[in-house]
């Protein structure tokens, strides 16, 4: 129809999708929600970083943590690097990053280290850190002794540095 007002064409929509993003942190067909910061490095041979697990009092693992710079924890094998089987986990739950951080110290001196961080990935049922929940999507502090727990599991995972 002649008379009829000319439909206008849609225009041409420039923004972010996020598609590329998704599809360059994918690991075996699974986007991850977790990307490592550009402060990340592998930690230095010494102190040696182990995480032991204990199940009822007992040992039931030690992961040696240095090899490795990130370490996602879930329930999700195609993706985790540090699996765990209780339903009340995430399929992808948190992360063990190593990150290298400068600090002041009271005397006003720089020190350099890289330190180990946890950071819950805004799980269900959340990350502790020696019984206290930590907030999501949030960096925080792990030191020698520290005992990580994953949702409702009753496995505990202490942080042990061999110096």
């Known amino acids: 129809d002649p008379s009829a007002p000319p439909v206008e064409k849609e225009k041409p929509n420039f923004s ?13 067909n699974v986007v991850l929600k977790y990307s490592e910061p550009s402060d990340s490095r592998r930690p230095p041979s010494v102190p040696s970083y182990k995480l032991f697990v204990f199940k009822d ?9 240095n090899p490795r710079s990130c370490w996602l924890i879930g329930r999700d094998r195609a993706v985790a690097d540090l699996p765990v089987d209780h339903p009340s986990c995430s399929k992808q739950h948190a992360v063990l990053q190593f990150r290298f951080v400068t600090k002041v110290d009271e005397f006003g001196e720089k ?7 946890v ?9 502790s850190l020696n019984g206290d929940e930590i907030e999501g999507r949030r960096f925080v502090e792990c030191r020698g002794g520290d005992l990580l727990k994953f949702g409702l599991s009753t496995r505990e995972y202490v942080i042990m540095l061999d110096r």
Do not use: F, P
Not at 57 to 65: G, K, Q, R, S, T
Not at 119 to 127: I, K, P, Q, R, V
């Open 119 to 127: 950071m819950d990935l805004e799980s269900a049922n959340g990350t």
């Open 111 to 117: 020190k350099s280290a890289v330190r180990l961080y």
């Open 16 to 28: 972010a999708t996020g598609l590329l993003a998704a599809a360059t942190n994918t690991v075996n």
């Open 57 to 65: 009092a007992a040992i039931v693992e030690e992961i040696d943590l």
